[in-house]
């Protein structure tokens, strides 16, 4: 009988396969990219100048495209994490759409997220309106947040930390007492591979830190000095065990 830990890197290793072949984000970022407009790589971060002089931050392994008319400005989110700089104008709302649903807003600074089976909205300055799920609208101000997705309806309106939520802006993850499975998915996003805790136990081990996202080998070996884990790498694949 295998142990443990080599199951999961069995299961690892397919997992890895499969997110270079099916979606998500492989080695050379998502699948979206291929028709996107504007696309980065797994730990990549882009600042693109839209043509009505609002800005968008593109976070790793992210795609969107644009189309701008007379009445409108639309983004659309395939893939990926995005941060948007709204400049004002009151005949044309700003609208980005991300799996069925949309937030709009005229000038404000909001971040849209798609995390696969849920979009996470959060609002940092002024005002938006999300709709989503067939659900009347929702208005979110500053310092509030909202997630909606196809397995679940739409949130209420939730308090967000902005300063940590968005810590990547200033290319940092920043953890509070987060158990280390979910801490490995947010690392994972950066990363060519994936990054796969092997136990169950190691899985609830809190994590508290203030990590750089420029030096994900540094992340790792933080990690393992400060808890009862070793990183063992293999190709695409990185193991917490």
Known sequence: MLPAWAVAVMTGAVAASAALVVGGSGVFGPLA??????ATRPGERRTVSLPDESTVLLNTATALSVAF?????????????????????????????ARGGETRAVGTAFAVRDNGDLVRVMVTEGIVEVTALSVAPVSLGAGQGIDYGPKATMTAPYHVNEAVATAWRRGKLIFNQRPLVEVAAEMSRYSAGRIVVTSEELKRLPVTGVFELDD????????????PVKVVRLPLLTLLR
């Open 33 to 38: 990219a291929l028709t996107a407009d504007y």
């Open 69 to 97: 008319t007379p009445q409108e400005r639309r983004i659309s989110l395939e893939a990926g994490e995005a941060f948007f700089e709204v400049a004002k104008d009151p005949d044309r709302p700003f609208i980005v759409t």
């Open 216 to 227: 994900p080998d540094g992340m790792l070996r933080a990690i393992e000095q400060i808890l």
